[in-house]
């Protein structure tokens, strides 16, 4: 590593000021836009969708690098520790997401049925199938689950975070050992919450439909865009002057494998998805499936079945595209658009059944929601080594080669 620069000093601070005033701009001229110029004065239906589509993609990113903390210390690797600082700093960001879903989780408190049609007792009482599943939608024990992913996720992301850089200077093995022992326990957490966090804040837009595989559909999607969003952070910083000799182009190689494997899990997943409810024909749950194969809604299915998975299956194939870095952010940035369509495909049907819609405010909660994400990643990053310097397997990563 030599004199290689390892912090972001000064550009930290400017950075997360920066993408804080963005981000804020950004939000408030969404929710004044569509208060004024929407479907009608006052009328947030298409703001809160918006707004929590916009959210679970951005949740999504930092949910997948805790993923990735987690596994690489249950599995005790050794080739990512010069990228897992990167990825711990991904998911620093969770008690500000936590602070984000406000807006989503109080009006449904509330009583509110602007997002979930449950919220609303008076409906849910004249609907047999929701009365039945009452007890689960009740509005208290919905912020209760919610306040409990939260919690789960904060605490396993502070832990792994902050006993790496305590590691830094100290250089204790134990701290190595301790984060190894809680791994496993942690991806069990994790698959828990993330699976029911999934069902609560997306799959309930539509409560009469269910899919038991949901959370895996969710869970395989936040992995594809953690991946690439780490790879354009480690090829940004590299940019900037850092991170050259520590992240190499072996690491790039073993960041783009898991990145082509994801993109076929999601395909998988999706395709038993559809498959199992389209064979089993139960109108309760071929409902769901229905808009999303009728009119503009068909088309976007057919573009995220190529720009999310036929293509970038052609695309990451070849070895020489994981080893070329501009190939390899070409597509990692190509993956991020198409996550986002997958979360605008998952939630805003339940706002536009007839046709997707597509407004400035989709792009402003996009860029409010990711800047003030960006900030507080900045924030974690200030001060701090972009890579665990106290790190045992540290040398083991730096030498590592692909076979």
Known sequence: MGDEQLTLGGAARRLKFAFCLIGLVALAGSFALEWFYGGGHG????????????????????????FFVALQHACRAGWSVTVRRLSELLAAPLPLLAVLALPIIVPALLGQSTL???????????????????????????GLRSLGYFVVWWLLARFFLLRSVQQDGSGDV?????????????????????????????????????????????????????????????????????????????????????????????????????LLIWYANIPEETDWYLVRQAGGWATVSLVLLFVHL??????????????????LGFWAVWLLVAHWIDLYWLVMPSVAPAAPPLRATDIGCLLGIGCLYLAAIFHAADGRALVPVGDPRLAESLAFENS
Not at 116 to 137: C, I
Not at 227 to 254: C, F, K, N, P
Not at 310 to 327: D, H, M, N, T, Y
Request: proline content about 3%; aromatic content about 20%.
């Open 310 to 327: 036929l293509i970038p299956f052609f695309g990451l194939l070849s070895r020489e595209v994981k080893r070329r870095k501009a190939l």
């Open 116 to 142: 979930y049609p449950w919220a609303n007792s008076a409906a849910v009482a004249k609907d047999e199938l929701l009365s039945h599943k009452a007890p689960y939608f009740c509005p208290v024990f919905f």
């Open 174 to 274: 134990r701290l190595t050992l301790r984060m190894q022992r809680l791994g496993g326990f942690a991806l069990v957490l994790f698959a828990l919450t993330v699976t029911f966090a999934s069902f609560d804040w997306l799959m309930s837009l539509n409560p009469r439909w269910f899919s038991t595989i949901f959370g895996v559909y969710y869970f395989s999607g936040a992995v594809v865009g953690f991946l690439a969003a780490v790879i354009l952070l480690a090829m940004s910083l590299q940019a900037g002057g850092r991170l050259e000799a520590s992240i190499t182009v072996e690491h790039y190689h073993d960041l783009g494998k898991l990145l082509f494997a994801f993109v076929i899990f999601w395909g998988y997943i999706a395709f038993s998805q559809y």
């Open 43 to 66: 009328d947030l239906r298409y703001f809160m969708h918006s707004y929590l589509f916009n959210y679970c993609y951005v949740l999504s990113i930092a949910l997948g690098a805790l």
